[in-house]
């Protein structure tokens, strides 16, 4: 009979526990959602407000500013001109150039007064003055207006150099002595241009012999070969 009354008590408990009514969940529970304003972190709510500024209308302007003037509104006008005046006509070497040679002297007479033209002219003058003087100086007057300065080291280098082209074209009787003269100065710029070209006319290269090349230019210009 107590097997009876205990079985039935605890299908009683069973059945109190299946059948219990579920219990109301609050909303104030941990569960709950908060809503987006209330999970804001505090800092947020800290910041300053921005304020907005109203926007312009289009008829209002804004305020012109005024520039200061500078110290170059005061300058005066530019002293250049507007246009460069470029000199027409000749030099004033040409003229005198012309000058000369419209002399009535004799060509050696011309000649030197070309040489002192040449010395107080501008370097780009020197082609045209040396040109022109070079067609006064004939074969047997060489040696008398060129020879000095041609052998001279301290020529102008542009003047030595029209003036040795030159040499070259005259005949051997003219240029082989003088090239034999320049060839004995160490320190004339053509020097080594005199000895290679000695060299090749008397077919021999004598160093620094002196004596043999004198006597090896005097049988070449014996044998007018």
């Keep these: 009979m ?12 069973i059945g109190y526990w299946i059948f219990k009514p579920a219990t109301p969940v609050r909303e104030d529970s941990a569960h709950s959602v908060a809503s987006p304003s209330e999970a804001a972190p505090a800092i947020f709510a800290s910041q300053p407000a921005v304020t907005e500024i109203p926007p312009t209308s289009a008829s209002e302007k804004p305020a012109s500013v005024e520039l200061p003037v500078g110290r170059f509104a005061e300058m005066p006008d530019s002293p250049w001109p507007s246009k460069l005046k470029l000199e027409t006509g000749k030099l004033p070497w040409e003229t005198q150039l012309d000058e000369i040679l419209a002399k009535d002297l ?22 045209r003055i040396i040109d022109e003087l070079l067609r006064l100086v004939p074969d047997r007057d060489y040696q008398a207006e060129i020879v000095p300065r041609l ?10 150099s029209l003036l040795f082209a030159d040499l070259m074209d005259r005949p051997e009787s003219v240029h082989l002595p003088v090239l034999l003269a320049i060839a004995r100065l160490s320190d004339h710029p053509f020097s080594d241009p005199a000895r290679e070209n000695l060299q090749h006319a008397v077919g021999h290269d004598y160093e620094g012999d002196w004596v043999s ?3 090896a230019v005097r049988r070449r210009l014996a044998s007018g070969s």
Excluded: H, Y
């Design 213 to 215: 090349w004198d006597a």
């Design 106 to 127: 004799a060509e050696s007479a011309k000649v030197r007064e070309l040489f002192v033209l040449l010395a107080k002219s501008p370097p780009d003058a020197a082609d």
């Design 151 to 160: 052998i001279n080291p301290q020529t102008n280098g542009r003047v030595l």
């Design 2 to 13: 107590a097997a009876v009354v205990i079985a039935v008590i605890v299908l009683g408990l």
